[in-house]
């Protein structure tokens, strides 16, 4: 048994002496005088004190326990698991500083001030010998104080120093790094300060159950979810249309979607939208109005890019959460796009239409016409599929492997670390009839669970493109036009896939069958031809579809890969394409040093900057804030607690709770206590008062002794019987 405060406790025990120094003070020996009848007395006396010493005993005794145990029972004792609360326990705080807890509150502070405060608390209410560590939840989630310790003064500096992050909050990912630096038994405690909204829960990750090294389960007590409901605006994407393509003229018009939501409260609301940065002259501003309810919306601008590019900002005015009001994109200069097509030499190809590759009709699709400026911004090459290399890779945006059957074994892992740097390869199936199963080894290093089958198969009877075809962000631009161009296109000959997502489908035939399908792989894309364009398959390539098409692959796929090369902080690092990067620069933060293609996850938002041994700036990449994590709804109590539940046990807590808590812990044996107290009190007062009137006398204790003790006992008995 321990106690809450063990200075009463100590005090009560001395306490416990004070009848005892009382009693032996007050005995005081006197001096016996002699007189006429003291040997009567002396008998008297004699058989008088046993019974004194007796009766003193008794109430010393009473009265000695009953001021300890009231001094027990006001300091508050505590049994089982936190019975040893003031012996050395170990506290791990887990503190969700993600993008939420910046959320700016009615009373001026940020959820994080409010939580980091509460943490203090609990640290200044710690025992000295008492250890404590954090850990922080704001993705990539990490440890504030490294291992437990008792210097409580220089870990309440350090919480104080926190600001939130622009990361969501992985507060699965925080309690796992807590279970895995628990190596001691003993009282070991984990409190979670979160408000648990919705961008601080991921439903597809939960808490593995907390223990200590013996296996012995941890106790998890965390604040109660808010149930406030705020109102956030976040702006969650900036995307190009197009990627600006070299032309005459002071610079390229450029497309630009910027998407905006809404969390949290949705009344009717106005928001104004600034796109500006060094990649364009001045400033454009755009206004929304909301109407109620609403949530999503677009807002779209045409710009002029200048012919450096660089970088483009959209801002939103500041609201209650500020961390997710600006979004950056990185908008290339004016620099050709070099397409490799892979592809044999065939010098029988000629210009005979029916005798024309896929590779040869795409680079007419690409550049339809020579005198168009457009051939200033594309620069084509060829090379052999059975000699390519990664060194033909370098500075290629666009692959279009024409015989993959002849690549070399090797390459496709080449080709899976090229797309995942931000390339985009088409691959088109090989016109010629081969039993190679060349497809299932690519699709295996590109992780993309498409089954293409070993052999193309006949139309027979020919399909049509329907009008209606799948949304696909690589032919949005063209998506009106579609219902007028796609019905022309006749199929011949297809080659079977399966297994193929819906958002993975481009275009298909009227029965529903894949004819072009498109995924992200990295930060780059692959776009497969289940229907290689060649006259002997489809008539596609004499259609007007084929020009557009083509188009929208080289640009927008373009455009889609350099997106996808973003970094998110705390979730996914920028992607550099280029070669030759030691270093990554950015602003405010510590350089980090290049070890092949990793990197550590980025920590703030803003643009990365990757340089070569000589420092010179090889590639920009930008970071943006993850914008799930300022999802603003509160999830709920019952939420939170279905969240919790693999945690094993756990208990919300909080002011009022704490209130409630303390008299469950500490109340059921302090009432006890008391009511012992209360109970010695009656006994000794009636003891006192009993052996105030004669207590444990007898006959023989009147003051007779002898042989007048015996007659005072027989006349006595004569005057009850005469009676």
């Not at 109005?289 to 450096?308: C, K, L, N, S, Y």
């Not at 373009?558 to 550099?576: H, K, Q």
């Not at 994590?629 to 807590?653: H, K, N, Y």
Request: charge should be negative.
């Amino acid at each position: 048994m321990t106690f809450v405060t063990t200075s009463l406790a100590i005090a009560g025990i001395a306490a416990a002496s004070i009848p005892i120094l009382v009693h032996l003070l007050l005995r005081r020996r006197r001096r016996p005088m002699a007189w006429a009848a003291m040997t009567l007395l002396m008998e008297a006396a004699r058989r008088h004190r046993r019974r004194s010493r007796l009766e003193q005993i008794l109430l010393l005794t009473v009265r000695a326990i009953l001021v300890a145990i009231l001094g027990i029972a006001l300091a508050q004792p505590l049994l089982g698991e936190r019975s040893t609360i003031l012996g050395t326990r170990t506290v791990h705080l887990v503190l969700d500083d993600g993008l939420a807890s910046g959320l700016v509150e009615s009373d001026g502070r940020t959820t994080l001030e409010r939580q980091s405060a509460e943490a203090i608390a609990v640290i200044e209410s710690l025992g000295g010998n008492d250890r404590v560590a954090v850990t922080l939840a704001g993705a990539p989630a990490r440890r504030l104080v490294f291992g437990p310790s008792t210097d409580h003064r220089s870990t309440i500096r350090a919480i104080e120093g926190l600001s939130s992050r622009e990361g969501a909050t992985d507060l699965a990912g925080a309690l796992d790094l807590v279970n895995g630096g628990i190596d001691e038994t003993g009282n070991q405690e984990v409190r979670v300060f979160s408000d648990f909204r919705r961008g601080s829960l991921d439903d597809r990750r939960r808490p593995s159950p907390i223990r200590d090294a013996s296996g012995a389960p941890i106790e998890l007590i965390a604040t109660p979810p808010t149930e406030t409901t705020d109102s956030n605006t976040q702006i969650v994407s900036i995307e190009t249309a197009r990627t600006p393509l070299s032309t005459a003229g002071a610079g390229d018009l450029l497309l630009v979607d910027v998407g905006l939501r809404r969390t949290g409260v949705l009344g009717e609301a106005v928001t104004n939208v600034r796109l500006g940065g060094d990649a364009i002259a001045g400033f454009e501003n755009r206004r929304v109005d909301w109407p109620a309810g609403r949530a999503e919306t677009r807002v779209d601008f045409q710009i002029r890019v200048d012919e450096d590019g660089g970088v483009l900002e959209a801002t939103i005015d500041p609201d209650s959460l500020p961390l997710d009001d600006r979004r950056v994109t990185i908008v290339s200069g004016r620099e050709p796009t070099r397409v490799l097509l892979v592809d044999r030499d065939d010098l029988a190809v000629g210009t005979r239409l029916d005798r024309l590759r896929g590779t040869d009709w795409f680079e007419r699709a690409l550049l339809p016409s020579p005198e168009t400026v457009i051939v200033e911004a594309i620069d084509i090459d060829r090379a052999d599929p059975a000699t390519i290399g990664e060194r033909d890779l370098e500075g290629v945006s666009l692959l279009v492997l024409g015989r993959p059957d002849l690549l070399p074994d090797d390459f496709s892992e080449t080709l899976a670390s090229w797309v995942r740097r931000g390339g985009v390869a088409v691959v088109l199936p090989p016109g010629e009839t081969t039993i190679r199963a060349w497809a299932s080894s690519m699709l295996e290093r590109l992780e993309l669970p498409w089954a293409v089958a070993l052999e193309s198969t006949a139309v027979d009877p020919p399909r049509r493109l329907p009008p209606e075809q799948p949304d696909s962000p690589l032919t949005s631009l063209i998506d009106s036009e579609m219902t007028e161009l796609a019905p022309s296109v006749r199929i011949d000959r297809r080659l079977p896939v399966e297994g193929v997502p819906d958002g993975d489908l481009v275009l298909v035939d009227e029965t529903g069958d894949p004819v072009l399908l498109d995924a992200p792989v990295g930060a780059g894309r692959v776009v497969f031809f289940a229907v290689t364009p060649e006259l002997g398959w489809t008539d596609l390539p004499v259609r007007p579809l084929m020009v557009p098409l083509v188009q929208e692959i080289a640009r927008q796929g373009t455009a889609l890969s350099r997106r996808g090369g973003d970094g998110v902080v705390g979730a996914r690092s920028p992607t550099f394409r280029s070669t030759g990067i030691t270093r990554v620069v950015m602003s405010g933060a510590s350089n980090r040093e290049v070890a092949g293609d990793e990197t550590d996850l980025p920590e703030r938002s803003g643009v990365a900057v990757g340089v070569d041994l000589a420092g010179r700036t090889v590639e920009q990449a930008v970071i943006n804030p993850d914008v799930m994590g300022g999802m603003v709804e509160p999830v709920g109590r019952d939420g939170v607690e279905a969240w919790l539940e693999p945690a094993g046990s756990w208990r919300f807590t909080g002011a009022e709770v704490d209130a409630v808590e303390l008299v469950e812990d500490r109340g059921s044996l302090a009432v006890m206590l008391v009511a012992v107290v209360l109970a010695l009190a009656i006994v000794e007062l009636v003891l006192a008062r009993w052996f105030a009137r004669g207590g444990l006398r007898t006959r023989r204790s009147h003051g007779l002794t002898g042989a007048n003790a015996d007659a005072e006992i027989d006349r006595s008995r004569r005057g009850g019987a005469a009676a």
